[in-house]
């Protein structure tokens, strides 16, 4: 085997071994970018039920379910700014 040979043998080797590398990069960063995805999701549902359980949201709820037969009529009109909160002015509500 001459020096040529030789030098495109270790040069042919060096580029199989570069691209192995960067195959296995590439699926490392995308199962790292998987997990994000997935992790991105769980931080947006713990959000939302941090948002419902918060005391603000609670009084709305006690709000809407103890006077309900009040509020219903308030949505039984075709829709209106102005008398909608006309209405829920009316309303004597006392927050806890």
Request: zero cysteines; glycine letters at 0%; hydrophobic letters at 55%.
């Given at each position: 085997m001459t020096e040529a040979e030789t030098?495109?043998?270790i040069a042919s080797?060096?580029?199989i071994i570069a691209s192995l590398a960067i195959v296995v990069t590439a699926v490392i960063y995308w199962h790292q970018l998987r997990t994000m995805t997935k992790a991105r999701e769980t931080d947006?549902?713990?959000a939302i039920m941090?948002?419902?359980n918060s005391q603000e949201l609670r009084r709305a709820r006690y709000l809407m379910l103890e006077h309900h037969e009040i509020l219903q009529d308030l949505y039984s009109d075709l829709y209106s700014w102005g008398s909608k909160y006309d209405q829920l002015a009316?309303?004597?509500y006392r927050p806890c």
């Open positions: 030098v495109s043998l080797i060096a580029t947006s549902v713990l941090n948002h419902a009316r309303l004597k």
